[in-house]
């Protein structure tokens, strides 16, 4: 998944001598429990809400630098001048000149690792992803172990789902002498063994992490992840919890516990969850997109709307954001068909990414469809839909049927306006909106805000069999009470 994430890295220099550049600190924060769930769509139904877990990469925290001594920045002749003078630029947003700055560097000093990294951090934020890439290969060239440039171009080996070279980035780290036992470069590696499924190293790789600092929020995670992948719940959440005694205000652990909650079919707990991690940190956008996707499923369109929106705020790129974003709009098309049209070009930046994507492409037909201003491209996209593989014949009659019908209304002139509605019509209307969970109604909002789950710890035991992780067992079901701690 490509990023545009803002990667801020601390520096610090401890003098005035050229050993001074060395002393680059970072600080990293990964959302390893940063979950999103998806749904599928039949073209002629509409979305099906079907809760599949998702791994999101992992994104660094924004780390405000250290501003440079005095001393440093009235020698401008010398390396550690330069570099003082660079990182002011980079603080003030001046990339350009930090840029140049930090190049001058490594033109005085070819073996300057932190320049040559910082050049890679401002590569990143410049939307140049292939300079970044060949700035931390450089890096690592001379210092194969050198913690932040591994981190950050583990992240984008990650972000480009390539997993295969991460983890062999990770683990050349970790075997140059005198780093086997790198917390972030360890925690990585077991995150990145997670996603790519390999369960057993990943649980190992977690517990050497915890054998050494048997209070790090980061291996709990990653190992209450693992638990989860296994359907082993009551496990993942004990873990979390753990996490969470020692990290209280991280989003993803709440993020996280959401998830565990759904699988057990217990959604006002996750909710309660979801609204959690957003309240701890209004710019995690997978809880925004969680919060969306719960609110989908319980058909309150107008609140998946606002949810999805703030979540691709935050998130641009997001292609799973623009699809669940495009589901709210189309939900809304009966009250409002503006909306249908909206929902049309929602999928139709989906296509954009992914051109063949068949929930896009039949979605972006019904949607269409919903208003006159719109039945060419419906028919358009409804036959490329009818022409799908996965479109059953069920499926394939019904777009005939819908396709026959707009070629009719648009060869006949367009019906006269209907009379406006009288107060008890536009009541009656309201209240079987709200009775619907349309754009009108907030079900969301009537769900129990209990904030504080879980405060119980769950049992340490592991269950004797892992629970079945069937995804088809969070569709369209009332919400059960929460149970009393």
Not at 358 to 383: H, M, N, Q
Request: hydrophobic share 40%; charged share 25%.
């Amino acid at each position: 998944m490509k990023t545009n994430h803002s990667i801020d890295i601390s520096s610090q220099l401890k003098g005035t001598g050229t050993t001074g550049m060395n002393g680059f600190r970072t600080k990293r924060m990964f959302l390893a429990g940063a979950f999103a769930f998806a749904f599928t769509t039949a073209c002629a139904t509409g979305p099906r809400p079907t809760p599949v877990a998702m791994n999101a990469v992992e994104k660094p925290a924004a780390v405000v630098p250290a501003a440079a001594p005095p001393s440093a920045l009235a020698q401008k002749g010398d390396a550690d001048g330069q570099f003082a003078q660079a990182l002011k630029a980079y603080e003030a947003g001046d990339l350009d000149a930090a840029r140049k700055g930090f190049e001058a560097v490594v033109n005085q000093q070819p073996k300057a690792l932190n320049a040559r990294f910082n050049l890679g951090v401002i590569a990143e934020k410049q939307g140049r992803p292939a300079d970044a890439r060949v700035a931390y290969e450089q890096v690592l060239t001379l210092d194969p172990a050198h913690t932040p440039s591994v981190m950050n171009l583990g992240l984008m080996h990650r972000h480009a789902g390539q997993l295969d070279e991460a983890l062999a980035l990770y683990t050349k780290a970790l075997q140059t002498p005198g780093h086997e036992h790198d917390e972030p470069v360890l925690n990585a590696l077991a995150a990145t063994y997670r996603l790519a499924g390999k369960l057993d190293e990943a649980e190992a790789t977690g517990r050497r992490v915890l054998a050494r600092s048997k209070d790090n929020p980061e291996a709990y995670k990653t190992l209450a992840l693992v638990a989860y992948d296994r359907g082993q719940y009551r496990l993942a959440e004990l873990l979390v919890i753990n996490a969470r005694k020692v990290a209280q205000d991280d989003p993803a652990i709440s993020n996280t516990l959401g998830m565990i909650y759904l699988k057990m079919d217990d959604r006002p707990r996750a909710l309660a969850q979801f609204q959690k991690a957003v309240s701890l940190d209004d710019n995690f956008a997978p809880g925004h997109l969680n919060l969306g996707a719960l609110a989908l499923s319980y058909r309150d369109y107008a609140g998946a709307e606002k949810a999805f929106t703030k979540a691709l705020s935050l998130e641009p790129d997001g292609l799973e954001g623009q699809l669940y974003l495009a589901y709210a709009l189309d939900g809304q098309k009966g009250l409002d068909p503006k909306k249908g049209v909206a929902a049309g070009e929602a999928f139709e930046k989906v296509l954009a990414r992914s051109a063949d994507k068949p929930e896009a492409v039949c979605g972006a037909g019904w949607a269409y469809a919903s208003e006159r201003t719109g039945f060419e491209k419906a028919i358009a996209f409804l036959d490329r839909c009818k022409e799908l593989s996965s479109t059953t014949d069920q499926d394939k009659q019904l777009i005939t049927a819908k396709v026959n019908g707009l070629q009719n209304m648009l060869k006949n002139p367009p019906p006269a306006p209907a009379p406006a509605a009288t107060a008890e019509a536009d009541g009656e209307e309201k209240k079987d909106a709200a009775a619907t969970g349309g754009a009108g109604s907030s079900v969301m909002n009537q769900l129990p805000q209990d904030t504080s789950a879980p405060e119980q710890e769950a049992p340490a035991e592991e269950p004797a069999a892992p629970a079945s992780d069937d995804a088809s067992g969070n569709g369209q079901t009332a919400p059960t009470p929460a149970p009393t701690p």
